[in-house]
């Protein structure tokens, strides 16, 4: 059997005292919360990894960038008991990866719509397209995807075996061409980088324009926390037409990658409040004491962030929330009724052509993402390539094969 290279992450199945596991998940391992589950993770890069082989209705894919995420990195990274601190949908142990693109190399005899030597991307949400929600409301919802009896349908990377390796196997329904992407850079490395961060892209284009219904142009936009997604939200909300741009990061690398992508105004939170001004008071003079029409969450610091947007936000302004974090924190409703204020909760990046629609962007170079890319490593270099991004220093790093 043909072998490969492939990064895979494995921890301890030990399910916090007093947290009850269903019956599903005791017995497939497909957890709903991953930091209640899985302790002691740790990073192994085999070269011996079995070559998956596609079935009918899907396609192997062989890899030409894969992205590290900020749910790759805490995979790896615990708390003071030792477990992950990635909240989510889990089932190690799996090769991870899902920010990726490649070139087709051999389709299952069901595909019709690809074909071997193909520029393709995927989607990382694993949608059944058949379940209630998946008819009538989305796909990134799928319940067969979040459902632990269901070994089927799950995520690229977190339950089923991802993209940072030499192949990836994945349904061709989830699979989108980008050959437009060639030829906007006129350089294949650039078209595979640029197709790799489709995906994060997507995800801040789904939080932004589908969830939260986007913004007039004109409009002020807040965009808290400037890795990948907050990145790609100023990107996308430049191309938008937004009237002014404000974003809040406390690495010095992401601020300036910020201001490379279109933010007129970015902000040090931590420097702002050790001169006595809090970040909601530099929003209220940037916009003229009008706020901000939209604000994005992408920081995943909600007892942090939330408090500041609500004191910023315009008359009917909206909230687009993208930041995961394992925490509850107050919220006051007094602000979203008199300020006709909304807040939109967004998971995923599947359906309403967000993949579509992000390749459309870049391919007219209406945004450039392979600007964020501040690092690249080879596969062999992998656990190098993560004791970097346990730095926090990059705004994107990826790894070629």
């Keep these: 059997m043909p072998t490969m290279r492939a990064a895979i992450v494995s921890a301890d199945f030990a399910p916090r005292p007093g947290y009850k596991l269903t019956e599903a998940e005791m017995r497939t391992r497909k957890v709903r919360e991953g930091s209640k589950v899985w302790r002691n993770p740790k990073l192994v890069l085999r070269t011996d990894y079995p070559v998956p082989e596609p079935k009918p209705d899907e396609v192997l894919i062989r890899v030409k960038a894969v992205g590290i995420c900020g749910s790759d990195i805490h995979f790896l990274e615990t708390d003071s008991e030792g477990y992950i601190i990635y909240p989510g949908l889990t089932r190690f142990p799996v090769v991870i990866g899902h920010e990726f693109s490649g070139v087709v190399e051999k389709v299952g005899a069901a595909v019709k719509t690809?074909?071997?030597?193909?520029?393709?991307?995927?989607?990382?949400?694993?949608?059944?397209?058949?379940?209630?929600?998946?008819?009538?409301?989305?796909?990134?919802?799928?319940?067969?995807?979040?459902?632990?009896?269901?070994?089927?349908?799950?995520?690229?990377?977190?339950?089923?075996?991802?993209?940072?390796?030499?192949?990836?196997?994945?349904?061709?329904?989830?699979?989108?061409?980008?050959?437009?992407?060639?030829?906007?850079?006129?350089?294949?490395?650039?078209?595979?980088?640029?197709?790799?961060?489709?995906?994060?892209?997507?995800?801040?284009?789904?939080?932004?324009?589908?969830?939260?219904?986007?913004?007039?142009?004109?409009?002020?936009?807040?965009?808290?926390?400037?890795?990948?997604?907050?990145?790609?939200?100023?990107?996308?909300?430049?191309?938008?037409?937004?009237?002014?741009?404000?974003?809040?990061?406390?690495?010095?690398?992401?601020?300036?990658?910020?201001?490379?992508?279109?933010?007129?105004?970015?902000?040090?939170?931590?420097?702002?409040?050790?001169?006595?001004?809090?970040?909601?008071?530099?929003?209220?003079?940037?916009?003229?004491?009008?706020?901000?029409?939209?604000?994005?969450?992408?920081?995943?610091?909600?007892?942090?962030?939330?408090?500041?947007?609500?004191?910023?936000?315009?008359?009917d302004g909206k909230i687009a929330w993208i930041g995961r974090a394992p925490q509850e924190v107050p919220i006051y409703l007094e602000v979203f009724q008199v300020r006709r204020g909304q807040l939109f909760g967004s998971q995923g990046h599947s359906g309403f052509g967000n993949f579509r629609n992000v390749i459309r962007l870049m391919a007219a170079g209406k945004i450039d993402m392979t600007q964020i890319i501040t690092s690249r490593f080879s596969l062999d270099d992998v656990y190098k390539a993560f004791e970097r991004a346990h730095q926090r220093i990059d705004g994107k790093i990826t790894i070629k094969p």
């Excluded at 201001?259 to 006595?276: M, Q, S, T």
Aim: hydrophobic share 40%; aromatic share 10%.
């Design 114 to 315: 690809l074909k071997p030597g193909d520029m393709v991307t995927s989607e990382e949400m694993f949608w059944c397209g058949e379940c209630d929600a998946c008819r009538s409301v989305d796909f990134n919802h799928c319940t067969r995807l979040n459902d632990p009896a269901d070994l089927e349908y799950g995520e690229l990377g977190f339950t089923h075996d991802g993209a940072m390796a030499d192949y990836v196997v994945v349904k061709a329904k989830y699979v989108w061409k980008i050959d437009s992407l060639l030829e906007a850079y006129k350089s294949e490395e650039k078209a595979f980088e640029a197709g790799s961060l489709v995906e994060p892209t997507s995800v801040a284009y789904h939080a932004m324009f589908t969830r939260a219904g986007g913004f007039k142009p004109g409009s002020y936009v807040v965009v808290w926390g400037a890795g990948p997604i907050g990145l790609a939200a100023i990107s996308l909300a430049r191309a938008a037409g937004a009237g002014k741009i404000i974003a809040f990061e406390v690495s010095p690398v992401r601020r300036e990658l910020a201001k490379k992508v279109g933010a007129d105004y970015v902000f040090n939170p931590v420097e702002l409040r050790k001169n006595g001004v809090e970040p909601w008071e530099k929003i209220m003079e940037v916009t003229g004491g009008n706020g901000a029409e939209m604000h994005v969450e992408a920081a995943g610091a909600p007892e942090h962030t939330l408090p500041q947007m609500q004191r910023s936000l315009a008359i």
